[in-house]
């Protein structure tokens, strides 16, 4: 793609994401969320989700509209046991009918990762070849990509949209139904509709990762502060273009 088509779809995608900005800005999560999946993008859109401590709240919100939305699950091969046994919990609770586990291109563990311990030497790189690259392949196809992205969790999401570009070259949009929940009002939603939280909440675990690069918050911490503890390093790149070192979810 030469860079005057690129530009030109870049600002055909802004112009959509605007428009639709716009359309949409007077609506509630749910009513939102309703327009996106019914209207905006029916049979074009897809949930990524990674079964953690709050995605049961879009989970359900999707379920309640339309439960055949395919729900794409990242099974990096480090994660916690418990997170995928709340992942089989949920999808039979919520009726999803179309949840979709993938994984790491056996070619890019072998040639990257052959002692399973990349985490250690270069977190960056893991998790690009266990979580960014098997993401772009599983989205290929798709016209808009829901996740449940807030703006309190890090720096780089405090002043996202609730829509905005995902890839140009792909003309995909991302769409952040929750980006104005609060920490109280995730809360407030599992408990109000009775939906079980991930299991190792309960020990501390107050965002959930990978099982190496996930630790228990200490009183007093930011929730997200157990994601790459003592490292400066916040988001992994799923949620970009390309990836970028020391960004992502």
């Not at 953690?52 to 309640?64: D, F, I, R, T």
């Not at 979580?131 to 720096?155: H, S, Y």
Request: with cysteine; net charge negative.
């Amino acid at each position: 793609m030469s860079i005057k088509d690129r530009e030109v779809l870049e600002e055909n995608l802004t112009l959509e994401a605007t428009e639709m900005l716009v359309r949409t800005a007077e609506l509630s999560a749910v009513e939102f969320l309703t327009t996106i999946l019914r209207d905006e993008f029916k049979d074009e859109i897809c949930v990524v989700s990674s079964f953690g401590a709050e995605s049961a709240v879009l989970l359900h919100m999707v379920a309640q509209i339309d439960p055949t939305t395919p729900v794409i699950f990242l099974n990096t091969g480090k994660l916690f046991g418990e997170t995928l046994r709340y992942r089989d919990r949920l999808q039979t609770l919520l009726g999803l009918t179309d949840v979709r586990s993938i994984g790491p291109h056996p070619t890019d563990l072998a040639e990257k990762d052959s002692n399973e311990d990349l985490w250690q030497k270069n977190n960056d790189l893991c998790c690009h070849i266990r979580k960014f690259l098997p993401q772009q392949r599983a989205l290929k196809g798709f016209k808009a990509v829901l996740t449940g992205r807030k703006r309190f969790q890090t720096t780089q999401r405090s002043s996202m949209q609730r829509i905005e570009i995902d890839d140009e070259a792909a003309a995909r949009l991302r769409v952040n139904p929750l980006v104005d929940f609060t920490l109280d009002d995730l809360q407030a939603y599992l408990e109000t509709h009775n939906l079980p939280k991930h299991p190792l909440v309960k020990d501390g675990y107050l965002s959930i990762g990978c099982m190496p690069c996930t630790d228990k918050v200490k009183e007093g911490d930011d929730y997200r502060s157990g994601r790459w503890s003592e490292q400066d390093k916040e988001e992994c790149g799923m949620h970009g273009t390309e990836f970028v070192y020391g960004e992502g979810i």
